[in-house]
C-alpha cells in the first residue's frame, strides 16, 4: 500500500500554477488521520492497536526462537527473519503515529520527520518485496535443485541477499527524498492521511511535480513488477518440477514446503494491487474508505505472516511451544 497510494494518486494530481506565495518549506505538517471518519479515530484505535501489538509480538517470537534454535539457522528461517523485520519495520514507521493522531490528536509532523516516515515506509515496503523474491529462489533451488542447495544458500549468500535487498531499497527510495526537498509548498501543510507517503506530500506542492510523477509512479513500480514477475516465474519451474516428481508422497512434500511461502506473497500483493485498482478505477470510493485500506494494509501481512508460518512450518511451531513451556517446566522441578 505505500507505493499504491502513491501510484494511483499521481493519476489526480491538480497542478497548482506558481504564483505570489511564499514557497518556503513548511516547519511542520498536520496529519488529519482519516478524513470523514474522526469521530470514529478513538474506536478504530482499539483493533489497530491490538493488531499492531499482536505483530510485534508474533514477528518478535518468532526472531526469538530463530536466534535461541541453532537447528534453525538455514537459509529458510534466516530469510524468514528478514521478513520479520521488514514487517516490524513496516508497522513500526507508521502505527504509532497514527494511534497518536486517534487518540491524543498530535497530527504534528515536523517536516524532517515527515520525509524519515516517507522513507522508512517505502524502503520497508520494497525490503520486504525482494525479501519474498529472495524466499522464491530459495525454493526454487530447494526442490529443483536439491542436491546443489548447501553449496548454493550459503550463510554468506543469505546475508549478501539481505544486503543486496537493503542496498536495492535504498537506492530506489532515496532519491524521493530530494524529490521532494526541492518543492515549494506556498503554505500548504495539511496531509489528509495517517502517515506521510511521496505522492501525498508531493500534492501539496505549488509547482510542477511532473518528475515526483514520474519517479515514484516508473522507478518502484518496475522493482515491484519486476519481483512479481520473477516469483511467477521460479513457480513455474518449482511446479513443472515438482509434476515430474515419481511418487504422490514426494508431490505433496514438495508442495507443503511452499504453501506458506504462497500464502504470504498472496497476503502482500493482492491487497496492494487491490489498492492500486479501486484508486485507478474506484472513483465513487470515498477517500476515508482508501486511506482505512492503506492503514490495514500496513497491519495485515506483519499481523499475519508469523501466523502464517507458525501453524504452516511444524519445525517453527514445536520451536515456539518448547520455548514457551520452558518457564513452566523450571518452575515445575523446583
Known amino acids: 500500500m505505500p507505493f499504491c497510494t502513491a501510484f494511483c494518486r499521481c493519476y489526480q494530481v491538480r497542478l497548482m500554477p506558481p504564483s505570489n506565495l511564499t514557497s518556503s518549506i513548511p516547519a511542520t505538517f498536520v496529519l488529519v488521520g482519516i478524513p470523514g471518519m ?9 483493533p489497530f492497536c491490538s493488531m499492531y501489538l499482536a505483530a510485534l509480538l508474533g514477528n518478535g517470537i518468532l526472531l526469538l526462537v530463530v536466534r535461541a534454535e541453532q537447528s534453525l539457522h538455514q537459509p529458510m528461517y534466516l530469510l524468514l527473519c528478514m521478513l520479520a523485520a521488514a ?17 491524543f490528536q498530535a497530527g504534528e509532523i515536523s517536516f524532517g520527520a515527515c520525509l524519515t516516515q516517507m522513507f522508512f515506509l517505502h524502503f520497508s515496503f ?11 529462489f530459495d525454493r526454487f533451488v530447494a526442490i529443483c535443485h536439491p542436491l546443489r542447495y548447501a553449496a548454493v544458500l550459503t550463510p554468506t549468500a543469505i546475508i549478501k541477499a539481505g544486503l543486496g535487498a537493503a542496498l536495492r531499497s535504498f537506492c530506489i527510495i532515496f532519491p524521493c527524498v530530494f524529490l521532494l526537498r526541492r518543492l515549494p509548498f506556498c503554505g500548504h501543510s495539511v496531509v489528509p492521511h ?3 507517503e511521496h505522492m501525498g506530500i508531493a500534492r501539496l506542492a505549488c509547482a510542477d511535480i511532473s518528475a515526483n510523477i514520474l519517479y515514484g509512479l516508473a522507478v518502484p513500480f518496475a522493482a515491484v513488477v519486476l519481483d512479481v514477475a520473477l516469483i511467477a516465474a521460479s513457480y513455474v519451474l518449482i511446479l513443472l518440477a515438482v509434476f515430474r516428481l515419481p511418487s504422490r508422497t514426494a508431490r505433496s512434500g514438495a508442495f507443503n514446503t511452499c504453501i506458506s511461502h504462497v500464502c504470504v506473497i498472496f497476503l502482500f500483493y493482492i491487497p496492494a494491487f487491490f489498492t492500486v485498482l479501486t484508486h485507478r478505477f474506484g472513483g465513487e ?8 485500506l492503506a492503514n490495514l494494509y500496513v497491519l495485515f501481512p506483519p499481523l499475519l505472516n508469523p501466523i502464517v508460518y507458525g501453524v504452516r512450518t511444524r519445525l517453527i511451531r514445536e520451536k515456539v511451544v518448547k520455548m514457551l513451556l520452558r518457564p513452566t517446566t523450571h518452575l515445575l522441578r523446583e
Not at 520486504?128 to 529472495?134: D, T
Not at 470510493?285 to 482505512?292: Q, S, T
Open 126 to 136: 520494497s525490503m520486504e518485496s525482494a525479501v519474498l523474491l529472495a524466499m522464491a
Open 194 to 196: 495517517t502517515y506521510c
Open 285 to 292: 470510493i470515498p477517500r476515508h474508505v482508501h486511506i482505512l
Open 87 to 103: 514487517d516490524v519495520m513496516l508497522s513500526t514507521t507508521t502505527v504509532p503515529k497514527m494511534l497518536a493522531i486517534f487518540w
Open 38 to 46: 474522526e469521530e470514529l479515530h478513538v474506536w478504530l484505535s482499539i
